[in-house]
């Protein structure tokens, strides 16, 4: 009753917000050191799950990048790549799971780690302050009624219209267009990679098509992944390599998946006469 007719209740609610409101720069010191505190704990916290790390040397646009053991710090046990680019973008070539697009992440993450934790899953890392912009991974839309391709060159032109801005873009690409016939898809992608690394870009891209090493030769470093096939067995050792890939594992896949062995033969043989066919041909 006395809470009744004197409002106790709601005269402490009255006297609690009044306090609060004089108190309030306080307040906001003290939740920006226990946001401060939390953070430095979480990022000291993934530093130490980390096998290894550094700080990152953020460099003037247009100065290319080092990474030196990179490695992606979601997977355990990844083998550590270098990679130097003083100038051109990378176009990594290789075999179907070699180890491409995950070496795309690798620069993607950490470019990113680096812009917002000072952190790199590296013994070395030294670039601009990258925005990164990444295709990777498009899909089609059923209920948009999008193909696959349509939504590849919607990305790939915010891709291109990201490269009209100044501030210095890390652009990662994985098999370009893919979603049409060969002859198009190296002469829009040349087209598209060629505008894409300049500066003060820098663009990393992963692709089977071979034809590009020469299209974009100056503009683009050419290196590869690899694997082995011995006794029917596919293995790979993720050790980014310079140069092109001379080796394809497509048909070898399609073996250790036990497709039919007349399948697999008679794959192997069109190879050997498209092969043919074009060495006849240059």
């Given at each position: 009753y006395v809470n009744l007719v004197f409002l106790l209740d709601v005269n402490a609610l009255l006297f609690s917000l009044d306090l609060l409101?004089?108190?309030?720069?306080?307040?906001h010191g003290v939740f920006d050191a226990v946001g401060e505190v939390d953070g430095a704990l979480s990022t000291s916290?993934?530093?130490?799950?980390?096998?290894?790390?550094c700080r990152p040397r953020f460099t003037a646009p247009g100065t290319g990048l080092m990474a030196v053991d990179a490695i992606h710090p979601l997977i355990d046990a990844a083998v550590p790549n270098s990679l130097v680019l003083a100038?051109?973008?990378l176009l990594v070539t290789g075999s179907n799971m070699a180890g491409k697009t995950t070496f795309l992440k690798t620069l993607g993450v950490n470019a990113l780690l680096g812009r917002t934790l000072a952190t790199c899953a590296a013994r070395r890392w030294e670039a601009p302050a990258f925005d990164v912009v990444a295709a990777i991974g498009r899909s089609e839309s059923l209920a948009e009624g999008t193909?696959?391709?349509l939504?590849?060159?919607r990305r790939v032109g915010a891709l291109l219209r990201a490269a009209d801005e100044a501030s210095p873009r890390l652009f990662l690409l994985d098999e370009l267009f893919r979603g049409t016939n060969t002859v198009e898809r190296i002469a829009?992608?040349?087209a598209v990679l060629a505008r894409?690394?300049?500066?003060?870009?820098l663009a990393a891209v992963a692709s089977h098509d071979l034809e590009l090493v020469p299209l974009l030769h100056g503009a683009y470093v050419p290196y590869h992944f690899r694997e082995e096939v011995a006794d029917g067995v596919l293995s790979f050792d993720y050790v980014l390599r310079e140069g092109p890939s001379s080796t394809r594992n497509a048909i070898a896949l399609l073996a250790w998946a036990a497709y039919p062995p007349e399948v697999v033969a008679e794959a192997d043989a069109t190879v050997e006469e498209l092969v043919g066919e074009t060495c006849a041909r240059l």
């Open positions: 409101s004089r108190r309030r720069d306080a307040l916290a993934f530093r130490a799950s980390l096998p290894f790390w100038g051109p973008s193909s696959y391709y939504a590849e060159v829009a992608g040349k894409l690394a300049r500066a003060p870009h």
